[in-house]
């Protein structure tokens, strides 16, 4: 089975411009997440979904992040405009809902290199 | 809220050597406990995991045991190779509602031959 897919693997981009971060969850996987890593804050929550619906975007730095799901196998992480402190590996994640679970399945993330 | 204490590193090992990371949690609840690790270059992925008291999780060779006592998630493998240098992360999710997994901070382990 194919996992978790992220596009692109590496953006650069510079101050201004609008980044758009891709996510296709595994099939049937009713939980989705957005993360943050970066060498000073380390794993950050930004955003998760259940069913397609947003649960909890407390994590969202600000109002240039927003985060969309529109169906059950696509989602997407839009900053604009991007700031250099933007940059950061991305990660996308799914699980399978229900008790006693919380496995998160990864991607290889998305590299953000913001001139 | 729900909180993952995870020793500082890096921790340099030689191969061969005996490995522990520490983890405790608050929870309100009772979680699930959970190690992931993370390889250069890719995502994360899950190592092992223990959903209730006493469980033991293990793969690879690496153990930990869900002490709820104590509340620790300790990470064990009693001879680490040069391929286990990575980032090891513990987690919990909470079971009460909607499935929330929250990270420590992660631990850098170097191995060196």
């Known amino acids: 089975d194919a996992g978790v897919i992220q596009s692109p693997r590496h953006e650069v981009t510079e101050m201004g411009q609008e980044v758009t971060l891709r996510c296709k969850p595994i099939?049937?996987?009713?939980?989705l997440f957005w993360y943050r890593q970066t060498m000073m804050r380390g794993l950050e929550l930004l955003i998760y979904?259940?069913?397609?619906?947003?649960?909890?975007d407390s994590g969202m730095p600000e109002d240039r992040f927003s985060a969309k799901m529109p169906n059950a196998s696509f989602s997407t992480l839009k900053i604009q405009p991007s700031e250099p402190r933007d940059s950061a590996v991305y990660f996308c994640?799914?699980?399978?809902?229900?008790?006693?679970?919380?496995?998160?399945?990864f991607g290889e993330g998305s590299r953000l290199t913001v001139l | 809220g729900d909180s993952v204490t995870q020793m500082e590193g890096p921790v340099t090992l030689s191969e061969e050597a005996f490995l522990t990371i520490n983890c405790t949690y608050t929870?309100?609840?009772?979680?699930?406990l959970f190690w992931y690790v993370q390889y250069p270059g890719e995502g994360l992925q899950l190592l092992l995991k223990?959903?209730?008291?006493?469980d033991k999780g293990s793969n690879k060779g690496f153990e930990a045991t869900y002490r709820k006592e104590t509340t620790s998630f300790h990470l064990e493998k009693g001879s680490v190779q040069v391929s286990d240098s990575a980032v090891y992360f513990c987690?919990?999710?909470?079971?009460?509602?909607?499935?929330?997994?929250?990270f420590g901070t992660g631990t850098k382990l170097q191995v060196i031959p």
């Open positions: 994640a799914s699980s399978r809902g229900g008790q006693g679970n919380g496995e998160l399945f």
């Open positions: 099939s049937g996987h009713d939980y």
């Open positions: 979904f259940n069913n397609n619906v947003p649960i909890d």
């Open positions: 929870a309100t609840g009772y979680p699930s």
């Open positions: 223990a959903t209730k008291a006493d």
């Open positions: 987690a919990l999710s909470d079971l009460g509602g909607y499935q929330k997994v929250t």
